[in-house]
């Protein structure tokens, strides 16, 4: 071709972009399957074709029937589908009878006589035979047969339940949920085994196509509380669902609020709590966190181990770490506020040490504190990103050499380090990470005003806190109960954790239908005097 | 015209929570001197005469809660003595509440001020504390009476603490005679005590939202214990321990006292700092009373839906009279002024009410619909 033909040939026009399969999908709608293998994999080739790893095998059933085999090859178990669907369908004995099998009865000796695999569906509507093998279903095509047989043999590779590196336990189960939302449902149903126990499935994510099971315990929980979680996971239309958080983020409540309204967890034994409590459980695949509604504040220093300990221990442990939780968020701008406007509230002693200690510092006490409370943060943020084997060196290279330098320096003063120290330790104190991070958040704007007005900044800033606090609702649950609204039987659970046959009743802002934990009269039961039967005074014939 | 439908949803003990939180606030720490300066050594007597007024006030609001259980006093002063002079009396109300919540904005960051804060102007403490009750009056009334309630041992825990721990410096013969020296003028110093208690009257806006209405009188009966016994310990425990001559010279006894007082275990040297900085609760209680109420009564009169935007609508107004007075002197000689007008439209006004109501024989419907109108 010379230059002059190449530049007189006509322009082509823009060149026609293909459309992507699920636009193709949209046309087929009303595809049927109709007995014609051919015609079918005329389809799935068209849709799926351009994927390297889609398998259609050939084969023949009976001798007489052609059949095709439409998977994508590693997502299919090989020995499953070997052992369970090739085999049975080839080996199948042929007979005259057999060969004049058409639609239904073909299907039925195929489905009811060969094919021993359990989990079988029959579809009809090719987009559904296309969404299953996109699942990784196998796609079984009989010629003749009135209907497609899907053969679920898929392995999708996981890993076991092991103790969750977010909520361990000193005392309690040492099994976590994992990515598979069957092996999630499964901890689930291993534990909680009343018919009561209900799951609802949903798709959540236009590609993605995430499965999302919603379990509640029937007679418990509001049925008006269900339909209204349902109905706002249905109203998520997103590309997709990778991870529960991003669920959490459609279903909360207030999006500005800083404080979660969702509870997270991936022990299976608090999910079944949560659900015994009256909560509803969303699990989702893909990962190995469920998500528990309606949440309250209490719940987020709240652990396992609370119950499975004596009461009064659990209660004496949970206290200290609601203090832990706020010295976390106070203790800072308490101390700036001291320094920098009220010495005098200090005894003398420890005014005059703090006075000398600060002696060299060139700052005034807020932005000595600000500084040194995003040096920590930015030391926190560092080893949580490293590789353990790194972290462990760094965190103490962090703590120690350069809060050590930096008093040396002269940058900041021993009392501030000790400050910052106890209040870093205290906000590790709290179970809840995402609790703790909007505690993390609330601190520096408390510190901040206390720099500009002391004590009444920081205390008009609590008081900011905690009104928006007790506005926030979760699922119309007051987000303070049962403090505030008070309900003296959820109380038993807030502060303190109360004897287990004290708190009789379930907790009562989540509304349960039936609210009664302990049957009747139990309690007065336990507690009435045993017989002591090996008791040294009692006569020798009563023992 | 259509209302909002809410449900009833306030406890009695909500209501004695909003009672109590809207009567402590700033007014206590100067009340000592107050109740001195008009009966001397009768101030514990004369304190006790101001509760009864602002009990009889509260009771003539329940009276009339009574009568229209479904209507705040607003909406009720309209079935009774008419559209057009009961909306006249919702706009005193309404400016009253106003200047109300300005000056005692004023006053308590004044008192900061001189406390604690001596070289940040007064502008921006006072800013920073009217942002905080307007942030807060945007929320409904549920949301109200939960705020009221957690804030009730934040209020209390001082308020016992200090006067009792100071009772170690007292001198009780400083409290005789009980009826005070010579003349005194009685009637104004009641006024003045009663006039600290003003933020009673959002039991007026209470009524429509209670689950039981019929409980009003125990709410007065809770609330009038608790407000009464902290009320008559701050004053007899600061006569106790300043006595009378003394206290006249004491801008605010009860700061005095907690200056005086030290804890158990000596963490703390002085108290004061802390006193006001736990006391910003209490004023922000009073606060966000009196501003709630002037918003409700907007509301009510202009035929609103909602009373979150009236908030910030307020918030320019109230700032620019809290800056007007130009010292302390003028604020309190204000507040005094305020105090007597306010009297009479509190306790006044539904003292008209109910005696139209009761010579027109106007009231409610009876029986109590679920979903009350309204307010809230």
């Known amino acids: 071709m010379t230059l002059w033909s190449r530049w007189m040939k006509p322009k082509s026009g823009p060149r026609k972009q293909p459309l992507p399969p699920d636009k193709v999908l949209q046309e087929y709608k009303s595809q049927k399957f109709d007995g014609h293998v051919k015609k079918a994999l005329r389809l799935i080739e068209e849709m799926l074709g351009e994927?390297?790893?889609?398998?259609?095998?050939?084969?023949?059933?009976?001798?007489?029937?052609?059949?095709?085999?439409?998977?994508?090859?590693?997502?299919?178990?090989?020995?499953?589908?070997?052992?369970n669907i090739f085999r049975p369908l080839m080996d199948m004995k042929p007979s005259a009878a057999r060969a004049r099998l058409r639609g239904r009865a073909l299907r039925e000796v195929i489905v009811k006589e060969a094919l021993h695999h359990e989990e079988v569906y029959l579809r009809t509507d090719m987009i559904e035979v296309i969404e299953d093998i996109m699942h990784g279903h196998t796609a079984v095509f009989v010629e003749g047969c009135d209907k497609v047989i899907v053969v679920d043999a898929r392995m999708v590779p996981?890993?076991?339940?092991?103790?969750?590196?977010?909520?361990?336990?000193?005392?309690?189960?040492?099994?976590?949920?994992?990515?598979?939302?069957?092996?999630?449902?499964?901890?689930?149903?291993?534990?909680?085994?009343?018919?009561?126990?209900?799951?609802?499935?949903?798709?959540i994510g236009r590609l993605s196509r995430t499965k999302v099971a919603v379990c509640y315990v029937e007679g418990l929980v509001r049925p008006a509380l269900v339909q209204e979680v349902l109905d706002r996971l249905k109203m998520i239309h997103v590309d997709g669902v990778l991870d529960a958080g991003t669920l959490e983020q459609f279903i909360e409540d207030n999006h500005w609020s800083p404080f979660p309204q969702v509870q997270n967890s991936e022990r299976p034994d608090k999910c079944v709590a949560s659900l015994l409590e009256g909560r509803i459980v969303i699990l989702t695949d893909g990962t190995p966190f469920s998500l528990i509604v309606p949440a309250v504040f209490v719940q987020f220093y709240q652990t396992m181990d609370d119950y499975s300990e004596r009461w009064l221990m659990a209660s004496l442990v949970r206290l200290v770490r609601l203090v832990a939780l706020i010295f976390s968020l106070v203790f800072p701008s308490i101390y700036v506020s001291i320094i920098a406007f009220n010495p005098e509230l200090i005894p003398t002693n420890f005014a005059v040490a703090v006075a000398g200690g600060r002696a060299g510092v060139p700052f005034p006490a807020v932005v000595e504190v600000l500084v040194m409370e995003i040096s920590m943060e930015v030391l926190r943020e560092a080893t949580l990103r490293l590789p353990q084997q790194v972290g462990g060196a760094l965190s103490i290279v962090g703590v120690l050499i350069v809060g050590q330098s930096a008093v040396a320096a002269g940058f900041a003063s021993p009392i501030t380090v000790v400050i910052i120290a106890l209040t870093t330790i205290g906000s590790f104190a709290t179970p809840a990470y995402n609790a703790a991070i909007a505690l993390r958040i609330l601190r520096f704007v408390l510190t901040i005003l206390a720099g500009f007005f002391g004590l009444y900044g920081v205390v008009v800033g609590l008081i900011l806190i905690s009104n928006h606090m007790l506005s926030l609702r979760s699922f119309g649950v007051p987000y303070l109960s049962p403090v505030v609204p008070m309900n003296m039987q959820g109380l038993k659970d807030a502060l303190m954790r109360a004897p287990l046959w004290w708190m009789w009743r379930r907790p009562q802002q989540l509304d349960p239908i039936d609210s009664r934990r302990l049957a009747p009269g139990a309690a007065r039961k336990l507690l009435s005097q045993n017989s002591n039967t090996l008791d040294p005074v009692k006569p020798r014939r009563l023992r | 015209?259509?209302?909002?439908?809410?449900?009833?949803?306030?406890?009695?003990?909500?209501?004695?929570?909003?009672?109590?939180?809207?009567?402590?606030?700033?007014?206590?720490?100067?009340?000592?001197?107050?109740?001195?300066?008009?009966?001397?050594?009768?101030?514990?007597?004369?304190?006790?005469?101001?509760?009864?007024?602002?009990?009889?006030?509260?009771?003539?609001?329940?009276?009339?809660?009574?009568?229209?259980?479904?209507?705040?006093?607003?909406?009720?002063?309209?079935?009774?003595?008419?559209?057009?002079?009961?909306?006249?009396?919702?706009?005193?109300?309404?400016?009253?509440?106003?200047?109300?919540?300005?000056?005692?904005?004023?006053?308590?960051?004044?008192?900061?001020?001189?406390?604690?804060?001596?070289?940040?102007?007064?502008?921006?403490?006072?800013?920073?504390?009217?942002?905080?009750?307007?942030?807060?009056?945007?929320?409904?009334?549920?949301?109200?009476?939960?705020?009221?309630?957690?804030?009730?041992?934040?209020?209390?825990?001082?308020?016992?603490?200090?006067?009792?721990?100071?009772?170690?410096?007292?001198?009780?013969?400083?409290?005789?005679?009980?009826?005070?020296?010579?003349?005194?003028?009685?009637?104004?110093?009641?006024?003045?005590?009663?006039?600290?208690?003003?933020?009673?009257?959002?039991?007026?806006?209470?009524?429509?939202?209670?689950?039981?209405?019929?409980?009003?009188?125990?709410?007065?009966?809770?609330?009038?214990?608790?407000?009464?016994?902290?009320?008559?310990?701050?004053?007899?425990?600061?006569?106790?321990?300043?006595?009378?001559?003394?206290?006249?010279?004491?801008?605010?006894?009860?700061?005095?006292?907690?200056?005086?007082?030290?804890?158990?275990?000596?963490?703390?040297?002085?108290?004061?700092?802390?006193?006001?900085?736990?006391?910003?609760?209490?004023?922000?209680?009073?606060?966000?009373?009196?501003?709630?109420?002037?918003?409700?009564?907007?509301?009510?009169?202009?035929?609103?839906?909602?009373?979150?935007?009236?908030?910030?609508?307020?918030?320019?107004?109230?700032?620019?009279?809290?800056?007007?007075?130009?010292?302390?002197?003028?604020?309190?000689?204000?507040?005094?002024?305020?105090?007597?007008?306010?009297?009479?439209?509190?306790?006044?006004?539904?003292?008209?009410?109910?005696?139209?109501?009761?010579?027109?024989?106007?009231?409610?419907?009876?029986g109590l619909p679920e979903q009350a109108d309204s307010t809230l």
């Not at chain 2, 001020?113 to 403490?125: C, F, H, S, Y």
């Not at chain 2, 410096?169 to 006024?191: C, S, V, Y």
């Not at chain 2, 306010?342 to 003292?351: D, R, W």
């Open chain 1, 158 to 203: 996981h890993r076991t339940p092991e103790q969750p590196y977010t909520e361990q336990v000193i005392r309690g189960a040492r099994d976590g949920f994992v990515e598979q939302l069957s092996t999630n449902i499964t901890l689930l149903r291993y534990r909680l085994q009343t018919p009561n126990f209900r799951i609802k499935m949903m798709k």
């Open chain 2, 1 to 366: 015209m259509i209302h909002k439908t809410v449900y009833r949803h306030i406890t009695v003990m909500e209501a004695v929570a909003i009672f109590i939180g809207s009567s402590f606030g700033i007014g206590i720490l100067a009340l000592p001197r107050m109740a001195v300066e008009a009966a001397d050594t009768g101030a514990p007597l004369l304190t006790l005469c101001g509760l009864c007024l602002t009990l009889f006030g509260a009771l003539l609001i329940t009276l009339l809660a009574r009568r229209f259980p479904n209507d705040t006093v607003v909406r009720a002063g309209e079935r009774v003595i008419g559209k057009w002079p009961a909306r006249l009396m919702g706009v005193c109300l309404a400016v009253f509440f106003i200047l109300l919540t300005a000056l005692g904005a004023r006053e308590f960051t004044t008192v900061v001020a001189v406390a604690v804060l001596p070289r940040t102007p007064v502008e921006a403490t006072t800013l920073v504390m009217l942002l905080l009750a307007a942030s807060s009056v945007r929320n409904n009334f549920t949301s109200f009476a939960y705020i009221q309630l957690f804030y009730q041992p934040f209020l209390f825990i001082p308020s016992v603490l200090i006067p009792t721990l100071a009772l170690k410096n007292a001198i009780f013969t400083n409290l005789l005679p009980l009826w005070g020296n010579g003349e005194g003028h009685w009637w104004a110093g009641m006024a003045s005590v009663a006039a600290l208690l003003q933020g009673g009257f959002v039991l007026g806006f209470l009524v429509p939202a209670m689950i039981e209405p019929r409980r009003m009188p125990q709410v007065l009966l809770w609330g009038g214990i608790f407000i009464g016994s902290v009320y008559l310990l701050f004053v007899i425990a600061s006569l106790a321990v300043f006595g009378s001559m003394e206290i006249r010279n004491l801008m605010w006894p009860t700061l005095e006292m907690a200056k005086i007082t030290m804890l158990p275990g000596e963490v703390l040297e002085r108290l004061d700092a802390a006193f006001l900085a736990i006391w910003v609760t209490a004023a922000f209680a009073g606060l966000y009373t009196t501003y709630f109420i002037a918003s409700l009564v907007i509301k009510d009169v202009l035929r609103f839906e909602d009373h979150a935007f009236l908030s910030w609508a307020l918030l320019p107004f109230i700032f620019m009279a809290a800056m007007l007075p130009p010292n302390v002197v003028q604020v309190y000689r204000a507040m005094e002024w305020l105090g007597r007008i306010g009297l009479v439209l509190t306790i006044g006004y539904p003292l008209i009410l109910l005696a139209v109501a009761w010579m027109r024989g106007v009231r409610e419907e009876r």
């Open chain 1, 51 to 83: 994927n390297d790893d889609l398998v259609i095998r050939d084969f023949r059933v009976c001798q007489t029937h052609d059949a095709a085999a439409a998977y994508f090859a590693n997502i299919v178990n090989r020995d499953t589908s070997n052992e």
